[in-house]
């Protein structure tokens, strides 16, 4: 099994590398880059590239290691003992398989998301560590050990929010979506809006780079925002002179509220921009 | 060959262990990689290194590792002059531009690097004369002269293609570069400190079901609602040297104010003497008295100096060695009693550490500071509250 990019998804040469490592040596692979470069698509993209299921497991503050494995529903049991069903007699009735028991006893390789790791616990990661490395748990309720048909290809992505302990940095692969550049970027826009006018493609890109580099912005505008805005262009069918004017600095990009999220990012370009035609004029 | 690599990595300060390296081994015994350079990179990259932190640390020891094993195309062919010139103005501020006008201005400048490039025949890294990167000459890359003239890794080395590792695309990763808003506020989230002071008005559930067990009565319990209680005083360097880092000072600043519940700030120029300022307009009409201070604010605060301490070496030792008035007593003086008064104490300082050496009175400031002088980067901030925080 090799991954080499889908028409969907543009990967890079060392990220198609990281995956095909990943998946060579079954490893699990710790995606990270700045929010909205791709870290989530890239398993459902493996998934769909490689023709496997896909299983995804999405974090949250109050997530536990162990919901990933099994739940024990001991109330439905009760409940079910006092109205006298049959079922309460055997505990497998109750034993609620998580994202990884699904993952382990799929009867092919799946791909598993885990997404946003960061978000948990603190000592999520660490409970993980021997699920991950060896496949395998052991559930105390039926005393069974429950070992993986197949090693699953395990996706980690995280948002640099926590630090993750070293143990579990030791038992992955690495890799860091930078920020692609304006080939890649070109690239990218051609697979999502194939359709797209060369001029206005070009036009757009000049504008989502100036204002990437607007010093001092909260939030810069990453490739799904980049995204959203050339849909609206499309949508409103904005001809490309309106991007375009004698000194592009001088104009606020239309709908520019797909660009920058922040109030305080909006005043600051609007600020620039006044300032530079003040100066210019 | 490879274990070479390893401790190369290892020398260079990076995390890697020994079962990261067998990993790598089994990858590339297990043919995931052509045989090529470059994808070599890329494997070890990800097999070894599991923080984008660690990526130009990663870079710079890959470069070195692999100058032993690759030829490389010499650069004593001249770099032309006109790309040379056309990079320095884009890299220099105006005020920088004034202060090699200082120097002996443009042509000197360009004049001893021309003679430079004849006279050097390789590449060259560290050092101060020859040109090359990460040194202190004023010619070539990453290095910290002011009056330097960088020249880009890029195009300098005509000839031989761009090299991944020598883009050295994760510099601003590192954690030991200065930092932006958001990582200060990371790094100062350390020092929050909750604690329970105030009005009664949470209900406790514990205490109530333990008291109300032994009383054997209802007795419940009310407990005030746990509040951010540190309380920090923070103390700026404005004007003269300052300028160039009072954008950080201000980021530093803004990023402080939402994470405690105490703060308060002054200002102070060079060197801390009698008196401080709230407000820099009003500077001259409306100031504190320094003892003023001293008493006002209870030795619970914790202070933060945030400082180049780049001056001479009397405006901290002498009494009326202040550029601005005749101080009576010295800047070492009123910095002892702010220590001797406040426990927990740190001085910033935005320029790099690299250069505190060569500079008397960071040397003398760090001193008087008991050594708690950190750079602001993630790095050393990380460290200040660590020691704040204790």
Redesign the interface.
Known sequence: MRFSGSAEYVATDDLTLAVNAAITLQRPLLVKGEPGTGKTMLAVQVAKALDVPLLEWHIKSTTKAQQGLYEYDAVSRLRDSQLGDSRVHDIHNYIVKGMLWQAFTADSPVVLLIDEVDKADIEFPNDLLRELDRMEFYVYETRELVRARHRPIVFITSNNEKELPDAFLRRCFFHYIRFPDKETMERIVGVHYPSLKKSLLREAMEVFFEVREVPGLKKKPSTSELLDWLKLLLAEDIPPDALRSKDRKTIIPPLHGALLKNEQDVHLFERLVFMTRAKGG | MLIDFFLKLKSHRL?V?I??YL?LL??MG????GPSV??FY??S???L????AN?DKFDRAFSEFWQGVETIPGIEASIPLEWLLKQVELQLTEEEKKQIQALGGWEKLMETLKARLEEQKGRHQGGSKWIGTGGTSPFGAYGYNPEGIRIGQDKGRNRSAVKVWDAR??RN?DDSVELG??NIKVALRRLRKFAREGAPDEFDLDNTIQSTAKKAYLDIHMRPERRNAIKVLMLMDIGGTMDDHIKLAAELFSASKTEFKHLEFYYFHNCLYDFVWKDNRRRHSERTRTWELLHKYGHDYKVIFVGDATMSPYEILQPGGSVEYFNEEAGAVWVKRVTDVYAKCVWLNPEPEEIWGYRQSIQILKELMGNRMYPTTLAGLEQAMRVLAK
């Not at chain 2, 297990?30 to 990689?33: A, P």
């Not at chain 2, 290194?49 to 984008?52: H, L, N, R, S, T």
């Open positions: 995390p262990s079962k990261e990993t089994e990858a297990s043919g995931v990689i470059d994808d890329y494997l990259r990800t097999a290194v599991k923080d984008e990526f695309a994760y990763l808003t958001r």
